[in-house]
């Protein structure tokens, strides 16, 4: 889809982490863009992730689920849409151990509704069924774990997923790929490593051992801590959705990625030493957060406790992101570190969002997973 067209896209999921980060950067490069967001605001769908936009009328919203067809025909038609950017899912791996069905039926059946809608209101109209493109989110879990020495995953590895997360992710991305393979629909996948950056639910491994560090509550560590991930910035995994999208080629598979692998524990006391640090150059901080050990001095690491592991736990995820830097040229521009720093500034800089979090579902959340509010 080459950019001479405006496009006028749906945002599935667009109220969630990387699904919001992923609307204001597009609002910002293609301000004359028409964005429409479905989400239904499950507890990870967060509307303050948006406000900006919305207070701005910049973009519409819709509150719905991609399970509901004729919503998404509705919508695809009444805007005349061309492109969807798909990231609604269910999106975490312990809450998909205790319960899958909600991670089938959003991932798997959500996506081929979404499918089905696109197919309908796309190529049965000649307007618009040679200039279209269904963009479908997925991550690297799918491929499976790698062992310490193993290559990397490509575009063709294998899938072998191992949690009913990953499992649900391959399923729908086969579905993606069946419907460009059998109707022609105009599709892309993107395969992506472990994000992080503003608006990232704290249940989630960055976001919770941050906010635990400012609050005095212990971080869990799975395991052993040396399970590794491979970590990008979420604005450079729009900035590769966007390339794919706007040079991508139809019907390929793009792996996203920045050759940042980490174990947890590196990855845990990087983040202890920024926080420590943040506190050390604004002493105002201290007061903000007495709990904090970074406060009185003993060091965030000191919360850093060893929990029992995660049932199946992959050992290491690693992108082999070679097909995206030399055919579209793409670079991230943040080393973990920037991206970290950032990270905690912008909770920092936006306690009122993350309170509201934490008061809410996520409080729930650690309740059912550790058995008491921590
Ligand atoms: P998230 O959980 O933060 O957000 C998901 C959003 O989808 C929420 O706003 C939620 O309300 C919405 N949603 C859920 N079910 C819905 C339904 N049935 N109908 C409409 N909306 C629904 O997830 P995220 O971390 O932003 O992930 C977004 C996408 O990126 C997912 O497809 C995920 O698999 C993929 N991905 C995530 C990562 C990561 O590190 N977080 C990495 C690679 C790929
Ligand atoms: O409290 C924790 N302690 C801990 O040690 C949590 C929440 C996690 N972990 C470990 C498990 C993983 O090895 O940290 C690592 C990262 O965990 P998560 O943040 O839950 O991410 P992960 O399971 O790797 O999956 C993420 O990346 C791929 C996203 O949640 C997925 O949506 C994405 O597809």
Request: include cysteine; charged fraction near 20%.
């Given at each position: ?175 993606v790929r069946a419907y460009h393979h059998t109707y022609g ?126 049932p199946g736990h992959d050992r290491r995820y690693a992108i ?55």
């Amino acid at each position: 889809m080459a950019r001479q067209h405006k496009s006028r896209l749906l945002v599935t999921g667009g109220a969630g982490f990387i699904g919001s980060n992923f609307v204001h950067y597009w609002a910002k490069k293609y301000p004359q863009d028409r964005i429409v967001v479905l989400d239904a605001l499950t507890y990870a769908g967060n509307l303050q992730n948006l406000q900006a936009l919305l207070e701005q009328d910049r973009i519409r919203f819709v509150k719905g689920d991609i399970c509901d067809q004729a919503l998404v025909e509705s919508i695809l038609t009444e805007e005349a849409l061309n492109l969807i950017v798909h990231f609604a899912a269910e999106s975490h791996v312990d809450r998909s151990i205790l319960g899958p069905d909600a991670f089938l039926e959003t991932n798997i059946q959500g996506t081929h509704s979404m499918l089905k809608a696109a197919r309908k209101v796309w190529l049965e109209n000649p307007v618009v069924r040679d200039h279209h493109r269904f963009h479908h989110v997925s991550t690297d879990e799918v491929y499976g774990s790698l062992g310490a020495t193993d290559p990397a995953f490509t575009e063709t590895t294998p899938y072998a997923p191992n949690s009913p997360y990953a499992a649900s992710k391959a399923a729908s991305d086969h579905l993606v790929r069946a419907y460009h393979h059998t109707y022609g629909l105009e599709v892309t996948t993107s395969n992506c490593s472990n994000n992080y950056g503003p608006y990232h639910f704290p249940e989630k491994l960055i976001p919770l051992a941050l906010l635990h560090m400012l609050l005095g509550k212990s971080v869990p560590i799975y395991g052993d801590g040396l399970n590794i991930r491979d970590w990008l910035f979420v604005e450079d995994h729009c900035r590769g959705i966007e390339l794919v999208i706007t040079e991508g080629n139809v019907g390929d598979t793009y792996n996203i990625g920045g050759n940042c692998e980490r174990t947890n524990i590196d990855l845990i006391q990087t983040l202890c030493n920024l926080v420590d640090q943040a506190f050390q150059a604004k002493p105002e901080l201290a007061q903000k957060y007495p709990d904090s050990p970074s406060a009185t001095g003993s060091g965030a690491a000191s919360l850093i406790r060893y929990v029992k592991d995660r049932p199946g736990h992959d050992r290491r995820y690693a992108i082999d992101a070679r097909k995206i830097f030399h055919e579209l040229g793409y670079r991230p521009t943040h080393s973990l570190e920037t991206g970290l720093a950032q990270t905690v500034h912008w909770y920092l800089d936006n306690e009122s969002w993350w309170k509201a979090v934490m008061d809410g579902s996520y409080s729930r959340w650690m309740d059912q997973q550790y058995g008491t509010a921590k």
